[in-house]
């Protein structure tokens, strides 16, 4: 753990808060923000606040953040859509990383270096950054395109590559050990159980855990599971040597299908966010600016010749699986920089004698130019397809977007809501804050998820910014009102259909603007009332009418007892009224459907007389 005082803490949640905040005001992408924040603030920048060391063990401190990005990128990818995925992950991915390896081995080679460290420094360089490339890809909005998928896809295969070159890394000495040495198979077997364990683990004892966790109904508690499940899957892939960020992203895809999915992704966002930051913060701390005045040229020219090589490629894959123009190159530039597992490739190589320090700390120098030009140089390529008078074709707009209902509460009224929607084949997201219900409907064959929507990133995870409406059937009123307000504030264009206790908390609900209520006992009360009356040996039609009477009177009494609903003494009077009011309704409707009903029994009468006259005459004539 950094060793940093109350000052240099403040300021670097300060750098922190304010500059991504300016950058992306700016147009330039939160990331580049934090990269700026960190050179002022680094030992190279203005003031010196923080020393290489303090940037060192920031940056270890920060990589946690990557590790909760994966995780989080696991729970979005349920098992099945990886499987599906599998093409592109290792057939692009596997052919970007050699094409990308050889070209830049290509150009070490031209600079003088042996092929075995040429080839090093090609494959460090050939992986991109996960956690720059998938916020800026995010920022830009293009994670959900089909170009922002095969990205993803791509990253995922550079991830899992880069364990065994971590591994391998001996191999690429000069005067390299033996093979034996080199690859210790008992380190391997070991690796190999280590994972299987993360599996089994994810599979049959996460789960069981956050049930047990989410039955105390301890905010907290469900917090701290959800980091010690990813810190317990971290710390059993280090203690393999393998990556922590692949184990967490193993464990985030057996959670996938978990009813705590949501829960979990609300609960680690912030950490994840925040780290993330930090993790850019550290970067831009470490760029030895001295290297940059000593050699522009050099260094700015790599730099450019890693993006140009990288994007080349890249936008050719795209070319080849189907992509159009622009999102091949949007597909090239995203992934055109240099990564964090190149830092961690190169530290390992100066340690195994592949790479002098001097030409690793340059290549980081490379590395971390190449991610500052990754939102510039998208920024740049949106901004010239405006110009293009050729329209895009259809094929790189954005697929649509799923739309689905999210049903707030998952209990009697939120199911019966649900089945009918499942009938209908419309997509829905329920979500409900007990985890005995949870359980209990599973078990009946529905789906529903953990999670409390009251709060705003539980309702974020379940894309409630995409949803087509908004069941509201939470059982606890103050609950209830927390999530209309927070989806009246921030979403105002979803519709709400909210289900209310009694008439006060429908009154509660007008105030914050939704309009579609109903309260839960009314309808189902008016109708096991006309059934009372009918077997009472009134008329099916004087039931109905008499209970519809007391729906109409009743909504438009609960509208007229808005205005004074804060207003106890006015309502009880009001209440005192009502029974003499409705008297004098049932009566004048009574009397209209007496008199209705007199209108309709002398219209065949006359009917009759006019038919026998005919007759009477004929008769005569006779």
């Known amino acids: 753990m950094p060793q940093l005082t109350l000052t240099e803490i403040a300021l670097l949640l300060a750098a922190m808060a304010i500059a991504p905040a300016i950058a992306r005001r700016f147009g330039i992408g939160t990331v580049l923000g934090y990269l700026l924040a960190g050179i002022v603030l680094g030992p190279y920048g203005f003031r010196h606040v923080f020393s290489s060391h303090d940037a060192h063990e920031i940056l270890e401190l920060a990589e946690f953040g990557i590790v909760l990005l994966l995780f989080l990128i696991g729970l979005e990818l349920r098992p099945r859509r990886l499987w599906a995925m599998r093409s592109a992950i290792f057939k692009v991915g596997g052919a970007q990383v050699i094409a990308s390896a050889l070209a830049l081995a290509g150009i070490g080679l031209a600079f003088g270096l042996a092929w075995q460290t040429a080839l090093f420094i090609g494959l460090a360089l050939a992986l991109s950054s996960t ?70 683990i994810g599979h049959f004892v996460l789960d069981k855990l956050l049930r047990v966790v989410a039955r105390t109904k301890v905010k907290e508690a469900m917090t701290a599971a959800a980091l010690l499940s990813v810190v317990g899957v971290a710390m059993l892939m280090q203690m393999a040597g393998l990556s922590a960020a692949l184990g967490a992203f193993i464990a985030g895809a057996l959670l996938s299908e978990s009813s705590y999915r949501h829960q979990l992704e609300a609960d680690l966002q912030p950490f994840q966010g925040l780290l993330l930051g930090l993790f850019f913060t550290a970067i831009g701390m470490s760029l030895d600016v001295r290297i940059i005045g000593a050699e522009p040229a050099k260094v700015f020219g790599l730099a450019a010749a890693l993006v140009l090589v990288k994007t080349v490629i890249l936008y050719g894959l795209g070319r080849a699986v189907g992509l159009g123009d622009r999102p091949s190159r949007r597909l090239g530039l995203s992934l055109s920089q240099g990564g964090e597992f190149g830092f961690v490739l190169l530290t390992a190589g100066v340690a195994a004698g592949v790479v002098t320090n001097a030409t690793s700390n340059f290549l980081i120098v490379v590395i971390t130019l190449s991610m500052a030009a990754t939102p510039l140089l998208l920024g740049l390529e949106k901004l010239g397809s405006r110009f293009k008078k050729r329209p895009a074709p259809a094929y790189d707009a954005l697929p649509l977007r799923d739309e689905h209902v999210v049903i707030a509460g998952f209990g009697r009224f939120g199911q019966i809501a649900a089945r009918v929607l499942r009938g209908k084949k419309i997509p829905f997201i329920a979500l409900d804050i007990s985890a005995e219900q949870i359980d209990l409907v599973k078990r009946f064959g529905a789906q529903a998820f953990f999670g409390d929507a009251s709060r705003a990133e539980i309702l974020e995870a379940a894309q409630i910014a995409k949803a087509r409406a908004f069941i509201l059937a939470i059982d606890d009123v103050e609950a209830s009102l927390r999530a209309a307000e927070l989806v009246r504030q921030r979403y105002p264009d979803v519709p709400i259909f909210a289900r209310a206790r009694n008439r006060n908390h429908a ?47 009743d909504e438009r009494r609960l509208i007229e007892d808005y205005a004074d609903y804060s207003d106890m003494e006015k309502l009880q009077a009001k209440a005192r009224s009502d029974a003499a009011t409705l008297e004098r309704l049932f009566a004048e409707d009574a009397e209209e459907a007496e008199e209705s009903d007199d209108a309709k029994s002398a219209k065949p009468i006359k009917l009759a007389a006019a038919e026998k006259a005919p007759e009477k005459v004929e008769t005569a004539a006779e």
Do not use: C, K, W
Not at 154 to 161: K, N, P, R, S, Y
Not at 533 to 553: A, D, K, M, P, Q
């Open 131 to 200: 956690a720059f490339a998938l916020q800026v890809l995010e920022e830009q909005g293009d994670l959900a395109a089909r170009h922002g998928r095969l990205a993803f896809a791509v990253l995922l295969f550079q991830d899992l590559a880069a364990i065994p070159l971590i591994a391998l890394v001996p191999l690429f000495a000069s005067r390299a050990p033996e093979l034996h040495e080199a690859m210790d198979l008992t380190a391997a077997a070991r690796g190999l159980g280590i994972i299987v364990a993360v599996v089994l």
């Open 507 to 553: 009154h509660r609900l007008l105030d914050l603007g939704v309009t579609n209520i109903q309260r839960e006992t009314f309808l189902s009360a008016l109708e096991m009332t006309r059934e009372v009356l009918v077997g009472l040996g009134y008329s099916e039609r004087e039931s109905e009418r008499v209970t519809r009477t007391f729906r109409e009177h």
